[in-house]
């Protein structure tokens, strides 16, 4: 009976590297199905039998994909061949040869149909390789979104004069895409749907990202007369929210909620805040077991970088209420038992969704210009640089990546934290003292400089 492997072939190395191959096993005999991809020891994973992320050769999800479907592949023949004859009488390497033949039969009319490659169906296959790689849900979303204004855009632009029931099944062909095309594109989402910047520079980056993936991974298509060449994408403005003020933080801390929803938001944008500007994400997914020494110790989902935040009594007060049993909270493991399996977004946007809306009703009845939860993190930067925080340490409280070459030379202790989260939080709880000292401060400065005239 024949058997199948994917495995690392130490047998021979190209400059310290080796070929990832299929190993095929046939009545006591082996041999080798190369894969195409040569990698270092150190980027493979011989338990799961894959390449590891780390690898910088390839990228690493298309690989595994690539060389799970390869393997897939030979499984079929195999047991489309085994039920009509007998595969004792071939040897491995025989009935790789032979895979190898057809597999070269099918190539040519495969090649005949490149030129009838729809772009819209690819777009679709991309969103769903996005979910096999485990990649977010709502990346996968963008891709269909994607999709969704290609088509409108064929139907209203390019196709006004067809058959509507025509339009409803309508390709594009990827070899139409072309710089005049993109123009044409970018016209109609800034004039007709009045896009912004920053959704046009996701719809723009989708429409590149399946075509390099056309050209890299399918190879459908060649890189002559790359559309993208000198084509300026829209960018995506960074969506700067001016910050709230210690006195508006301060009466966020003493607001008194009504019920039980406005308590839930005030508590999660208090530990928001108090976790040094965290990003709700961040909070929903603590675990219990990321807690030592009355510390934090986690990485940020969206960096990686490592973060240690001491738990202030006012925090456990608050953890105490909501206490999850694997997540710190409880809010996503409630959300997870209801949650569809085949949803397009992450389950903890729901729960961003109802505290973000609840905060708006807050910051009416308080007066306070806007409110969400992000308005936690700004705030606590710049709060922190107004009480004169060193901006290095601000940079670690909010575990951004900073300067590579400044972190050779200086090395923030968790007592520069420690101190920036006590400071921060001194000037909050204590807004109207504060004030009174600046407004003090400032008007002693404006007497000096009187008496100096």
Known sequence: MAVTSIILDKRFSVENKYHVTIRVSNYYKKNYLPTGYIIKESDWDSSKRKIKKQCKQYNADVANINIT?????????????????????????????????????????????INDCDFLKLMIDYSDLCKKRNSKASTASTFKTTHTLLLNYLKEERLKDINKNIARTVSFNIHLIDKDFLIDLKKYCQEKLNHSTATMGINFTNIRTVYNYAIKELKIISKNNYPFEGFKLPKETANKKEPLEIGEIGKLFKYEPQNYKEEVAIDIFKLLFMFLGLNIKDLLYLQKDYIFNNRLHFDRLKTQNELSIYII??????????????????????????????????????????????????????????????????????IANEVG???????????????????????????HIDNAQDEVLFYVNNFEAYHAFKQKEKDERRQRILDAL
């Open 69 to 113: 479907n390869m393997k897939q592949q030979f499984d079929n023949y195999l047991t489309e061949r085994g039920l009509k004859e007998n595969l004792a009488e071939y040897t491995p390497k025989q009935l790789i040869l032979d895979f190898k033949e057809k597999l070269q039969e099918k190539k040519k009319p495969k090649e005949e149909s």
């Open 313 to 382: 009594p006012e925090a456990w007060d608050i953890i105490k209420k909501y206490e999850g049993e694997e997540f710190l909270l409880n809010f996503l493991e409630k959300k997870l038992k209801t949650a569809k399996q085949d949803r397009s977004t992450e389950v903890y946007t729901d729960i961003k969704g109802d505290v973000n809306e609840t905060l708006k009703k807050i910051a009416k009845s308080l007066n306070i210009r806007k409110l969400s939860t992000a308005y936690a993190r700004n705030s606590f930067a710049t």
């Open 389 to 415: 925080i060193d901006v290095k340490h601000i940079q670690k409280c909010l575990g951004h990546v900073s300067n590579e070459v400044i972190d050779r030379y200086i090395y923030v202790r968790k007592e």
